[in-house]
């Protein structure tokens, strides 16, 4: 199946639209397909959708300078926190962020952090404007870690919205997802051979002034950190 | 395909979300749903994306009320506006909307009032609320004479976004659209039989005390009622 999801000998060039969260992932993807890629012009695009915190945010914008892209987009779906507000502890005012060890073994197939349908929200409206900036190919930085505790990361996922789009008759949008047979510490080593500064990556659920430590999302970074055999260059308040 | 968009030989029952814009397809949807279908709770979610005016939304406030729904949500997607400015007429700031004798007959596979991926977006929010309401079916008004000239209302369309949403491990949402098959005249019957009060339905495409009766949905309608050899009860600036 990996065909669907990585192009596989085929020459690609022109203009892409990246999603941009500010995590480790996506800014890697981002400096992924400028420098090694090539692709040009890129556009970056970010979500505002009621997250506890702006840091991801300020993250996002610094990389997408860094990566030189032609525009950087902030889209503002802040009506997800209100939409969805009993169904997520990501956004301001969903209940409170749990640390991994109190999570439930059987909960994980949907975890606390899910956002009901946050992935397909957010690729169709990246299609969208994809469309009205007339590019047509979309990078997503989804990768394996996630398919664990999200059924919108997933291979199959990602066929079915391509299957949706491919049927634009006079805009057909492709997305790929280039990271997806990575793990999380390949990523790293990946962003680290393009000169990625991870300093200025957020990952943490909490709004704290350092990363905490202990959210689902902490954990897994120090551990990909660690598989990865070197030290992230943020600070935790706790680990 | 029928299979794929009405559900055949299928008791269903309990509650539902309905795409409500305040035309007469998605308003003789609503009404079917709670008075046919006897669905309960039906809660009915609208879009605000920039529209040029705001009679639609008055329109689907005043038929959410009259169809008794337990919940009608305004989703403010106004972002769309600024999102696809370059792309579409519809929305604010967009070029002008343009008299339907006036659209070369080569541009209709994507008219000119065409939002770029509205229909996925509008249906992946929809999802979400869904979810997060603990409702899994959605009834979505699109109807064959769309699938001219939109993409995103054909029956594959609906078929490939069922396919998406069914991945959903703890909760499988499924698009039906009972429309789908019907024509405008055939749709007017309907809710007539229904008792709906298509005076409250609001169609064109301009922001005029009244309706214009020359943009292309306004022909659509006017069309629509003679075929059904009925009297629109709205009053028009022209025909």
Redo the contacts between chains.
């Keep these: 199946m990996k065909g669907l999801w990585t192009v596989v000998n085929e020459q690609q060039s022109g203009g892409a639209v990246v999603l941009l969260s500010g995590g480790m992932d996506s800014t890697t993807l981002l400096h992924h397909v400028t420098k090694t890629l090539g692709r040009a012009p890129v556009h970056a695009v970010s979500f505002h959708y009621g997250q506890r915190h702006a840091r991801e945010l300020e993250c996002a914008a610094w990389q997408a300078t860094a990566a030189g892209v032609a525009e950087h987009?902030v889209?503002?779906?802040s009506?997800?926190a209100e939409?969805?507000?009993?169904?997520?502890s990501l956004v301001e005012g969903g209940s409170t962020v749990p640390d991994l060890d109190d999570v439930p073994e059987h909960a994980l197939?949907?975890p606390p952090t899910y956002?009901?349908?946050?992935n397909?929200?957010l690729l169709?409206?990246a299609?969208?404007?994809a469309?009205?900036?007339d590019l047509h190919d979309l990078f997503y930085g989804a990768q394996a870690h996630d398919e664990y505790g999200y059924?919108?990361c997933?291979p199959?996922?990602l066929e079915?919205?391509n299957?949706?789009?491919a049927?634009?008759?006079?805009?057909p949008?492709r997305v790929q997802a280039p990271l997806m047979g990575l793990k999380k510490s390949e990523i790293i080593e990946m962003g680290a051979s393009l000169g990625v500064d991870f300093a200025r990556t957020w990952s943490c659920y909490r709004g704290g002034e350092q990363a905490c430590g202990t959210c689902p999302t902490c954990v897994e970074r120090l551990n990909a950190w660690e598989q990865a055999g070197q030290t992230d260059p943020i600070s935790y308040a706790e680990h």
Tied chains: 1, 2.
């Design positions: 987009r889209v503002d779906m009506f997800m939409l969805v507000r009993e169904g997520t197939s949907q956002v009901p349908n946050r397909m929200m169709s409206v299609a969208a404007y469309e009205a900036s059924w919108d997933t199959a996922f079915s919205i299957t949706v789009l049927q634009n008759r006079a805009e949008m």
